[in-house]
């Protein structure tokens, strides 16, 4: 008997861009990037270019009438929700594409002039083309360059992309976001997008990354971004959103190619999927660990167990047994939940390490004394210790004393260390956290650990 088909809908994308050969910008990265988000891309390509990570070899620009073709043939079958521009090389395809603005909803302009390698893809007496296209726009997305050259001003502080910004609207656009990857910030602390409406100016911060695989990343923003506003998020929701996207992907890059590389476009996608399998994993070890029976080891407050998905950046990402684990040996031990967000003080440390060593990716709390020290011992790799010393509150600012503790241990590391020890204070007793890269070595450190703290209490 056949099976019965069982359709899924949609929201549906059209992207009008160039095709990257190197597959991390352009149509390319646009479709990827919209099945990352949950819609279905479709395509109208402008121009063919033979590039690389490593730059840009040749272009051959498609006729105006077959780029027409395309986008007629999308919008007289599909419903399309959102539209974005991405490499539009010429005068004449900017004036054919803004011809069709009317029927494209939630358009996103991304002004591309200059490939991230360098590489100029727009012609000179094109830029003013662009003023058309952007009156008929939800969002136009430029960076540095592109907003000097669309606005005249040079955005060199916060205060001058809210002007750009400001002069996008002038022109008839809904909704500029000014992005300031490209941007050197006098104090630099990290990148700021602005995003100016005509009721709002809102800044979106986040850490810059010390990568050059930035290939694509414009693409995959305002892709994003498209994909966001056509499943019904509203503006600000889509931007913020997408911006996340796009941080995540540069923070865990694409190893390809002879170049830099390129961003990760599915990132996210990526992450996602691997929440329950990182929450087994959790459970494999918790399931170990009651098997060995480490009461020795857990602390009064009880112990945590936590995993990290693979791409990891907040304290919601990581999975931990919900409720600290006070009594081991018994069945009703290793039947404890184990909820993403359960930990807050390990989870922590956790992620500061990840940012020294993103293969880090599980962890385990036991208790601290002088047995203990000299237990850790036994263990191969780096022994961080902190002593929090005073009163750390007033430094903490927006984040919480467990983060502040892990970053103080993280700084005085020499490597990726194994284990990190809090002595605490009169709030918070000493622990001590095992690090590891996967559940076999987690649940190996903290037996050598417990075999080693036997033999200590044996000779006391």
């Given amino acids: 008997m056949n099976r019965r088909a069982a359709p899924e809908s949609r929201p549906v994308v059209l992207t009008v861009a160039g095709s990257d050969s190197g597959g991390g910008a352009g149509i390319q990265a646009d479709l990827k990037t919209m099945e990352a988000c949950g819609a279905f891309g479709t395509s109208a390509i402008t121009s063919v270019t033979a590039q690389n990570t490593r730059g840009v070899e040749g272009t051959h620009l498609l006729p105006t009438e077959e780029i027409a073709a395309q986008i007629a043939a999308v919008l007289d079958d599909f419903a399309v929700g959102a539209a974005k521009t991405g490499m539009l090389a010429t005068a004449d395809v900017i004036e054919t594409v803004a011809g069709y603005a009317d029927r494209l909803p939630n358009l996103v302009v991304d002004p591309v002039m200059v490939a991230a390698s360098g590489d100029r893809l727009l012609e000179p007496d094109a830029e003013s083309a662009y003023e058309d296209l952007i009156a008929e726009a939800t969002l136009v997305t430029p960076n540095a360059d592109e907003a000097a050259v669309l606005t005249g001003i040079e955005p060199e502080t916060e205060t001058d992309m809210r002007a750009v910004g400001e002069a996008l609207l002038d022109l008839g656009a809904t909704a500029a976001l000014v992005k300031g990857g490209h941007v050197d910030r006098a104090d630099g602390d990290g990148v700021a997008d602005v995003l100016v409406t005509e009721e709002t100016v809102e800044t979106v911060r986040h850490p810059r990354v010390a990568t050059d695989a930035t290939h694509g990343s414009g693409c995959t923003l305002s892709s994003a971004i498209a994909a966001n506003l056509a499943r019904g ?33 599915a990132v996210a996608l990526r992450d996602r999927a691997a929440r329950d399998p990182t929450a087994e994993e959790v459970a494999t070890i918790v399931e170990e660990l009651v098997d060995r ?23 919601d ?14 069945d009703d031990w290793s039947n404890q939940d ?43 790799g780096e022994i961080v210790t902190v002593d929090r010393g005073g009163d750390p509150d007033a430094a903490v600012g927006d984040g919480t004393i467990q ?31 095992l690090l590891a890269d ?21 000779r006391s």
Avoid: K
């Fill in 438 to 458: 996967d559940t076999e070595a987690l649940v190996d450190r903290t037996l050598t650990v417990l075999d080693a703290l036997g033999e200590e209490v044996a």
């Fill in 293 to 315: 029976d480490v009461s020795p080891l857990v602390p009064e407050s009880g112990l945590t167990v936590a995993g990290a998905t693979p791409y990891a950046e907040r304290p």
């Fill in 233 to 265: 998020e509203d503006l600000t929701t889509a931007v913020e959103a997408g911006i996340d996207l796009l941080a995540r992907a540069v923070r865990y890059p694409l190893d390809v190619g002879e170049g830099p590389g390129s961003v990760h476009h």
């Fill in 338 to 380: 184990i909820r993403f967000g359960a930990s807050s003080r390990v989870a922590a440390v956790l992620l500061a390490c990840r940012e020294f060593d993103a293969d880090r990716q599980f962890a385990v709390s036991w208790r601290f004394d002088e047995d203990v020290e000299a237990a850790l011992a036994a263990l191969d």
């Fill in 317 to 330: 990402e990581v999975a931990a047994v919900e409720g600290n684990m006070t009594e081991t040996g018994s």
């Fill in 403 to 433: 983060q502040w503790t892990a970053e103080r241990a993280i700084e005085r590391a020499d490597g990726s260390p194994v284990a990190v020890v809090d002595h605490g204070d009169d709030r918070t007793e000493p622990t001590v956290v």
